[in-house]
């Protein structure tokens, strides 16, 4: 196998450097003198007669993508790549892909790319996290799905809580030796724990022997200190059910039963004035304060089949039941509430819209706003539910039957946070609606782009493991990029001033930011693209504007080197700016190297030879 790879590497080597010919020979000159445009004319009188190839289309490719027209090059990268193309024609693509915000495509191609250059550093990043940018751009994944080690593959297992000492308490049906339910035809349930270590394992489960009976018991909440449970219990177990005479049967209810942790063991177990004979109360969540019971029932004067409500604790005994109204419950079946310490509940509905079956909502019970689904990840078309956090050790779970049976999943909380951006006239201090706000990585890959509205401000929700920068810019003023603080979950605010454009212009040059090139690179990028496109405004607004286009690199590698990577950039911004409709006879080029510094030092500071890296662009003629 190694040998016929070896063989058609070879082959596509050869065919690779017979891909210019007589016919491309003058698009060729072009486009090795940086001539991308007049370039761009050639390949494409190739393509109209009906003389083109990959190699022709992987030019018009590169060529685009040089003055970035990212639209075009994807165009012709696609018809290039019909056919095996080099390592670096495939990156290029994914990094077209990724601007016009197609990041499933990009990550095939850079599968591609990774394949034919494995030992690459982007490669190798691309193989340790590839899909960054999609996580980045889904405001609506807010937690990562993991299996959990305990699940017992044919039985029913759900309902897990973890407690702030770590452990983890869940009901399953995997004891066998007892009664079986006649309803289900499965063992009843159990209440089960399992330890939890540092990296998120789980010990193998110990059944809760002191409260399982031999009917069913389970699901439960936890107290903040550990010490007190709520759990609900068949009523068998107690003698509390009506008898159905014509059927003899002895039906029961779930109701809800308080215990207290004695000696590392629960005892003291009471059940609830809530419960009764005649309906359902059950899945008890209680308020890290310890104060309120949020649970589940089909009690009279709900809003549908099973709703939920609350009821008050303190040191007299329980209040009355309360029916958390229609912004949680519907017609349709409502359970599973489990509320967090930040007040936010969770519960499962087959009412509100969802993925099918029954999907987890949150609630925020501190705001008038409508209940939200936790989206897809954690929903499923099947039956999701049961989930719980605990926000102190940065973990959730939660219970769904998507492999066909009850399992147990964790959910690692996605920490984000708010950008708001807020744009303004650097003059007048009037708010600027319709100025568009981008939103970058630290790659500086584009995630979104939005406009502000009326008051000048827009948003983004992100994660807070990454860090982001925005890009803001608006027809007639100056295009600014702004670093965003890291946040830790707390709502950052960033203020932008714009200048009007024509404060840019001195009697000498048009002063614009730095235009950053990629190392040892002359393509313009996604930053210098929307710095050149403020050059691009201005002289369309004076026609009669000629510019003179410097370029200067630091001192770092050797004199000829510097002055031949200058003059490449030079040729690449012009080249650039004729793209975009500026007459070439506007513009002329030059290649200082390092020969004119703007900071004389020797040796430099990382600082100083940034500053040194320029592009300064002269007005020639007014």
Known sequence: MKKIYRVLALCFIVATSYGQNKETEKADKLYESYQYVDAIDSYLELVEAGKANSYVYQQLGDSYYHVYNMDEASKWYALALKEQGSAETYYRYAQVLKSQGKYEAANAQLDEFAKLAPQDARAKA???????????????????????????????????????????????????????????????????????????????PEEVEELNTAYHD???????????????????????????????????????????????????VEALPINSTSYTVSHPSLSSDGKTLYFASNRPNGIGDTDIWKISIDANGYGEPVN????????????????????????????????????????????????????????????????SVNNALKVGYFSSNRSGVDQIYSAIPICQFEIIGSVRDAITNAPLKRAEVTLLDAQQNQIATQATKKKGTTSF???????????????????????????????????????????????????????????????????????????????????????????????????AYNLKLSERRAQSTVQYLISKGIDKSRLSAEGMGSTAPKIDCEPCTEDQDAQNRRSEFLIVKK
């Open 218 to 268: 389970g699901p439960l909440t936890i107290s903040a200190d550990g010490k007190t449970m709520y759990f609900s219990r068949d009523g068998h177990s107690e003698g509390s059910f009506k008898k159905m005479k014509s059927k003899r049967l002895k039906v029961a209810q779930q109701g809800i039963y308080k215990a207290t942790l004695i000696d590392g063991k629960w005892g003291n």
């Open 126 to 204: 691309h193989m340790q996290n590839p899909n960054y940018i999609p996580m980045l751009a889904d405001i609506d994944e807010t937690f990562k799905v993991e299996d959990v080690n305990i699940n017992a593959s044919e039985h029913t297992d759900f309902g897990a809580v973890l407690s702030n000492d770590n452990i983890l308490y869940f009901v399953s049906t995997r004891k066998e030796s007892g009664k079986e339910d006649a309803w289900t035809k499965q063992p009843y349930l159990d209440i089960y724990k399992s330890m939890r270590s540092d990296d998120g394992s789980l010990s193998e």
């Open 324 to 387: 958390l109204g229609p912004e949680v419950n519907t017609s349709g079946k409502e359970g599973f509430p489990y509320i967090s310490n930040d007040n936010i509940l969770y519960f499962a509905s087959s009412g509100h819209q969802g993925f099918g079956g029954f999907d987890i909502f949150k609630i925020d019970l501190n705001k008038k706003e409508p209940a939200e689904n936790l989206g897809k990840g954690i929903n499923t078309e099947r039956d999701d539910f049961a989930f």
């Open 461 to 559: 929700q992100v994660v807070c493991e990454n860090q982001y920068s925005l890009q803001v810019s608006k027809k007639g003023y100056t295009t600014v990029s702004i670093a965003v603080e890291p946040s830790e979950g707390e709502t950052i605010n960033v203020a932008i001033a714009l200048k009007p454009i024509n404060e840019i212009i001195t009697e000498t040059e048009v002063k614009l930011n730095a235009i950053y090139f990629e190392f040892n690179k002359s393509n313009i990028t996604n930053q210098g693209a929307l710095e050149l496109d403020k050059l691009v405004a201005i002289m369309k607004a004076y026609p009669e504007m000629n510019i003179l286009v410097k370029s200067h690199t630091d001192s770092k590698g050797n004199a």
